[in-house]
């Protein structure tokens, strides 16, 4: 005896033998899920390639802080949590010291709610 069975041709029997509107729900559920796969994967692809250019803008400035005799090291936040106004240097020989790189800006206004 043999044994002939093939998967597809069970499958797209099943699938005809199904009702209208349950092969249109199989088929949207079908379309979703490729469409979900493929953002998944583009937005991976974006992920990798958006690390490799934050990664090369990092290069660069290191690469712009070091041609000026100097390397940053890190940022630190200001008195009022503003980022980037005090920078971590380090000199050609690695001894780090605190640049500032900006002020805190100062709230003045002459108004009757004043304190």
């Known amino acids: 005896m043999q044994n002939d069975y093939n998967f597809w041709a069970d499958l797209f029997d099943t699938y005809q033998s199904l009702t209208v509107g349950l092969q249109t729900g199989w088929m949207l559920a079908l379309l979703i899920f490729a469409t979900i796969v493929t953002m998944l994967i583009f937005r991976q692809f974006d992920n990798i390639f958006d690390l490799w250019r934050r990664r090369q803008r990092r290069l660069d400035k290191r690469k712009n802080a070091s041609d000026a005799g100097y390397q940053m090291i890190n940022a ?39 304190e």
């Open 76 to 114: 630190l936040p200001g008195p009022l949590g503003d980022p980037g106004l005090y920078r971590v240097m380090a000199d050609e020989n690695g001894v780090p010291y605190l640049e500032q790189v900006g002020t805190v800006p100062q709230l003045d206004w002459d108004g009757s709610d004043k």
